[in-house]
């Protein structure tokens, strides 16, 4: 029954995501210190990841995208190269919106997605400890740009936009 009550949960965010017109205009859900709340997940890898991957730098750029979003994948090669440009203290961090810790058959598919666009940075995948901190999300792809301790920088960036992501944390870091 939970298992059945995740994939609505999941079924119900993609169609609010494909049938929503409205850009973003919220951050994500925030906890008590005004920083991204927890969470627990596995990237494609099958790695361990928790909210700390964000202490990791002191900068990430976080790209919420999906398997089915054309400007998601059409971003991805770029985001990969700015990956490489980027100073050391910046990270870039996917979270595949339409992919659960568990669906096999979707994990394969994001796989294939980034290893065809040469993706080179971590990719998390959507259990229900991420419900509060995607909730906000009205339309993909959209990018926050988040200080070490996961707290929001600037707006949110809805839309394909590599260079704003890149002038975001050049403004940041001066």
Known sequence: MKKNCSRFLIMLIMAVLCFSLAACTGNP??????????????DLEGNKVTEKIFGEKDV????IWGTYCGPCKEEMPDLAKLQEELPDNVQIVGIVLDV?????????LAR????????????????DSMYEMLSGIEAIPTTFILDRE???????IVGADVD????????YLE
């Open 100 to 108: 659960q810790e568990g669906d096999t058959e979707m994990i394969e």
């Open 112 to 127: 294939e997605i980034c290893e065809d666009t040469k993706v080179n940075y971590t990719n998390i995948l959507v259990n």
């Open 29 to 42: 859900e925030k906890d008590e210190d005004g920083a991204t709340g927890s969470f627990s997940s596995t």
């Open 164 to 171: 704003a992501y890149k002038s975001a944390v050049m403004e």
């Open 60 to 63: 990430t750029i976080l790209n």
């Open 150 to 156: 996961g707290k929001t920088i600037c707006d949110p």
